[in-house]
């Protein structure tokens, strides 16, 4: 019976050193596996940047052509001609829009406002979408339209500007036209959402 005494008051202590034991064992266990799926995660991240995104193409920005433009107290709803592959609202490139001064019976044209721009003014142009595009005047001249040199407004530019063209100067009979054209341009500033 001494030799149970012995084993009944040593139980507890051996049930407790054996938990104990499992306990280390376990918690080693874990801090090791952890460790290697911590790696394992860093390495999988590794590899993430420095493959290419599958969404790359389709992050790139998209970009509408203006619906409206908006100066002053001129709002006026644009109308698309011409080019089709020209530079949109916000995009890289010279968006040329150009308008009437006048109407035939002499009453103010959708541009009538154009000359009263001035450096520093914003000119906004919206996109199907309702982000507004802000863009600046920085510079406003006329052309007289026998210049050689008129066309150079329609050049392709890397900048993201904005041109705009209305007659001005002063009535010719004879051709049946003003004899220069006002030109405004501007570069981006901003764009915003309106929704």
């Avoid at 280390?24 to 590899?47: H, I, M, T």
């Avoid at 002499?106 to 721009?117: T, V």
């Avoid at 051709?175 to 501007?186: C, D, E, H």
Wanted: charged content about 25%; glycine content about 8%.
């Amino acid at each position: 019976m001494t030799n149970l005494k012995v084993i009944n008051s040593a139980l507890p202590k051996l049930l407790f050193l054996a938990i104990l034991g499992v306990a280390v064992l376990a918690s080693v266990y874990l801090v090791v596996r952890f460790n290697s799926v911590g790696q394992e995660a860093a390495k999988a991240q590794e590899s993430l940047n420095t493959q290419p995104s599958v969404f790359k193409e389709v992050s790139k920005p998209i970009y509408m052509e203006p619906i409206e433009i908006t100066f002053l107290d001129t709002k006026l709803k644009v109308e698309p001609v011409g080019v089709e592959d020209g530079p949109k609202a916000g995009e890289e490139g010279n968006i040329i829009i150009d308008g009437h001064y006048d109407t035939a019976t002499g009453s103010p044209g959708a541009f009538w406002d154009l000359k009263n721009l001035s450096l520093g003014d914003t000119v906004a142009l919206v996109d199907k979408l309702g982000r507004v595009y802000t863009y600046v005047v920085d510079n406003k001249y006329f052309v007289d339209i026998t210049d050689p040199k008129r066309t150079e407004v329609f050049k392709s530019t890397t900048a993201k500007t904005l041109t705009l063209i209305t007659c001005g100067g002063v009535w010719d009979y004879a051709s049946g036209t003003y004899n220069k054209r006002l030109v405004v341009t501007a570069h981006f500033a901003k764009m915003e959402k309106d929704w």
